[in-house]
């Protein structure tokens, strides 16, 4: 008789974890309530919706999220086939058409033979092993089931937000072109320029603007890596210029004009008629936004196909209950994925479902488990997930360098420092790959 196991959430990490569980031959129940019920933050009934961003962020081995996505890659990712079929141009970061991306993701889960998709939302947890991969907006119906399995100081909380999505034949081009990010990869990008005055009287509308209510919400309370554009301009004038706006090498391709600050904005579709704006996360009414992002001179009469908006994120106090396998320490059968866990990031949130969805098929088979080691991205971040904070100050994680093991010499340059730590781990996983029992 075929193993039975469940898993709940059918974004990022949910996906993957059905798809390496149902490769395995165990025969999965994918429990999603979308499209019956949707949460602040989607829109879409399709699995592995991408929120926020369509960037995937960079690319390169020396970069630890890059890494992180070779090691997805070759140990058979979905989510990372995926989204190498739907690239679109973005210089040096991976962004995808978020529909294709998803509509393909999804089409794969309800194609495969040994997965079940189960439309409704839980209250309660499956009979028998189960990952959930609900996500840091977990429905008001599963969160009492949560809290009980994680009492106490169980549950965190930060805030995050996304970019708004304008249509590309509203930008007016001739105050903008195309360039690459920060002198990077190829013109992939839409830049849009400000003079000095335009960008001071930017910041002063953007400090002061009206943001929209967002219960409980104070400044101190955001993600740094989603940080939105207001709070940054009341973070001082300059913070924006060293941020989401440095002009650093963006001169106009014609007059080699150097500009005091540039907003750019990345494509977020394969017909090139969607735009987000990079790095401009927000929480502003919907008129605000308009009203001030409409200061930028070529986005004066830009169309919103999405605003921007925020959302209350909960994740668990990891280190307190789960173990390096994602999993439950006080209920074993249960293990836990993506965002709600503490991985913070689209990448980091498909390592999560997958490293769970691996050791949990290998402990069901009887064997013994991966245990992918601190030199590798994957198991750097479990082994974070495992062992951060436990003070209660733990707080959500991307996949950095800082937590993966050192070589044990000193190398000057980064670059070949963290080329050195990435050919170090793509030889361990894959090692791990041609066992003899990898895809048993």
Not at 323 to 344: I, K, N, P
Not at 389 to 410: H, K, T, Y
Request: net charge negative; charged share 25%; glycine share 8%.
């Amino acid at each position: 008789m075929t193993a039975e196991v469940s898993v709940v959430g059918a974004g990022l990490a949910g996906s993957e974890a059905a798809w390496q569980l149902a490769q395995r031959g165990l025969h999965v129940r994918l429990y999603e309530m979308k499209p019956h019920k949707m949460t602040p933050a989607h829109s879409s009934p399709l699995f592995s919706e991408l929120v926020c961003s369509n960037s995937l962020r960079g690319d390169d081995l020396s970069n630890a999220v890059g890494l992180l996505k070779e090691e997805l890659r070759r140990l058979g990712s979905l989510i990372m086939a995926s989204a190498e079929r739907h690239r679109v141009p973005a210089g040096g970061a991976l962004a995808v058409d978020r529909t294709a991306f998803a509509q393909t993701i999804t089409d794969a889960i309800r194609g495969h033979s040994n997965i079940e998709v189960i439309e409704r939302e839980l209250t309660e947890f499956p009979a028998g092993e189960c990952i959930v991969a609900t996500g840091p907006l977990t429905s008001e119906g599963l969160i009492p089931a949560i809290a009980e399995k994680c009492p106490g100081e169980g549950f965190l909380h930060f805030y995050d937000a996304a970019a708004p999505l304008i249509a590309f034949d509203s930008i007016d081009m001739t105050k903008a072109w195309f360039g690459s990010r920060y002198n990077k990869g190829t013109a992939d990008y839409v830049n849009c320029p400000m003079n000095k005055e335009e960008y001071e009287a930017f910041v002063r509308e953007l400090a002061a603007a009206k943001q929209a209510e967002v219960h409980g919400f104070e400044d101190s309370g955001v993600f740094e890596g989603c940080m939105p554009v207001e709070v940054m301009a009341r973070r001082g004038e300059d913070t924006l210029r060293y941020g989401p706006l440095k002009p650093i090498g963006l001169r106009h391709p014609e007059t080699g004009e150097a500009y005091y600050a540039v907003v750019q904005l990345r494509r977020d579709n394969d017909e090139g008629s969607v735009y987000n704006l990079v790095g401009f996360q927000t929480h502003l009414t919907f008129p605000e936004q308009r009203r001030v992002f409409g200061m930028i001179p070529a986005l004066r009469d830009a169309e919103y196909l999405r605003y921007g908006k925020m959302h209350r994120n909960t994740f668990i106090n990891s280190p307190k209950m789960l173990d390096r396998y994602y999993r439950l320490r006080s209920d074993e059968r249960l293990c836990f994925a993506g965002q709600m866990t503490g991985v913070e990031g689209y990448v980091e949130s498909c390592a999560s479902g997958m490293l769970a969805a691996l050791e949990m098929a290998r402990r069901i088979k009887g064997l013994p488990p991966l245990d992918f080691s601190r030199e590798t991205a994957i198991g750097a971040l479990a082994l974070y997930i495992e062992n951060g904070a436990v003070s209660g100050d733990f707080q959500p994680m991307n996949i950095n360098f800082g937590i993966i093991e050192p070589l044990g010499e000193r190398i000057r340059q980064k670059r070949e420092k963290n080329l050195r730590i990435a050919e170090r781990s793509l030889a361990v996983i894959d090692e791990i790959v041609h066992r003899e029992d990898f895809a048993l």
